[in-house]
């Protein structure tokens, strides 16, 4: 069976936790702690982080790279596009999205002195993708795949991290609510996120 040491607040676990419910698999997620971390996470991580996944002999820890294997090893239902051009552009925007949105979670987190300005960054950055779901359901079109699991957890925690959008961007929060009511989300809510959403 597969393992997941998952932080009960951390959106990086979120996702992983995401993708196990939305495959409906047989898997035990572990909770961890993020302010008391078992000394186990840092001898089976070097970066001492969560997530980790442990399947047998196999550890993985990054979110990504994580839910890729996942998606590879049990392919229903696909998260990935089968075809390898859309492929290399869904990873392409899973690094933007990185790059982009989540490389601002730390300051909010540790509420450092660079949070407002990463409070801003995320209004207008999510502002900016709010014409992409006047056109269509998902982030990839029709079909829900790893992109929404990507950024599902930031959406989720906007109320939390105190970013407020505009009314402009009305298409994406209606797009996030397509996302909150799928039962594999619901299912990945530890019970500390479900209190971070008013």
């Not at 936790?17 to 996470?41: A, C, H, S, T």
């Not at 207008?124 to 829900?144: C, N, P, S, V, W």
């Amino acid at each position: 069976m597969m393992n997941l040491y998952s932080g009960t607040t951390d959106p990086f676990s979120h996702r992983c936790r995401i993708v196990l419910y939305e495959k409906g698999m047989d898997f035990q997620v572990i909770d961890v702690d993020l302010y008391n971390k078992p000394e186990d996470i840092a001898v089976i991580n070097p970066y001492n982080r969560v997530p980790v996944l442990v399947d047998r002999d196999l550890i993985l820890y990054d979110s990504n790279i994580i839910n890729e294997y996942i998606d590879e090893r049990f392919p229903h239902p696909q998260l990935m596009p089968p075809d390898p051009i859309m492929r290399a552009r869904a990873r392409q925007l899973l690094h933007t999205v990185e790059s982009e949105l989540f490389s601002h979670i730390d300051a909010l987190e540790k509420n450092a002195r660079t949070a407002d300005k990463s409070r801003a960054h995320l209004r207008d950055r999510l502002t900016e993708l709010t014409a992409i779901f006047a056109k269509q359901k998902y982030m990839l079109g029709e079909e829900f795949s790893m992109l929404d699991v990507a950024i599902a957890p930031l959406l989720w925690r906007l109320d939390h991290y105190g970013i407020e959008l505009p009314k402009s961007a009305a298409p994406l929060m209606k797009y996030a609510e397509r996302i909150f009511s799928r039962q594999g989300f619901i299912d990945a809510l530890t019970p500390s996120e479900k209190v971070m959403r008013r």
